[in-house]
């Protein structure tokens, strides 16, 4: 019953902006730490940022100072501003639980053009 909606990506050039949304359902999202994930062509499939419950949050290196997770638990919804984005950047973002982390959705394709 869990399902997991992304939405937001898009193109844009370096240095620019864009705000990825996750439209959460079938679980109690309230009481779930939740996290955003990337995957590049050829390479694995990277946690970004997560959130806790008590909105305590965390980033990987290589986008802190630039990433910010948020929630919205009365919209069952979780968030990932991107600014001064890269063309590394560019990858499928994916929102999940971090545990158990089995539902993965479609994901929002993130290009960044040089």
């Known amino acids: 019953q869990v399902q997991l909606v992304e939405s937001g990506g898009g193109l844009v050039q370096a240095g620019g902006s864009l705000r990825l949304s996750c439209a959460a359902s079938?679980?109690?999202?309230?009481?779930?730490?939740m996290g955003w994930y990337r995957q590049a062509p050829g390479k694995q499939r990277e946690l970004v940022a997560r959130?806790?419950?008590?909105?305590?949050?965390t980033y990987a290196d290589s986008v802190k100072g630039r990433f910010t997770i948020s929630r919205d638990n009365a919209k069952n919804t979780v968030y990932l501003q991107m600014n001064s984005l890269k063309p590394e950047d560019t990858a499928v973002y994916y929102c999940?639980?971090?545990?158990?982390?089995?539902?993965w959705g479609q994901g929002t394709q993130v290009t960044v053009s040089s």
């Open positions: 959130i806790t419950s008590g909105r305590t949050t």
């Open positions: 999940n639980l971090l545990n158990p982390g089995d539902y």
């Open positions: 079938g679980f109690i999202f309230s009481i779930y730490a």
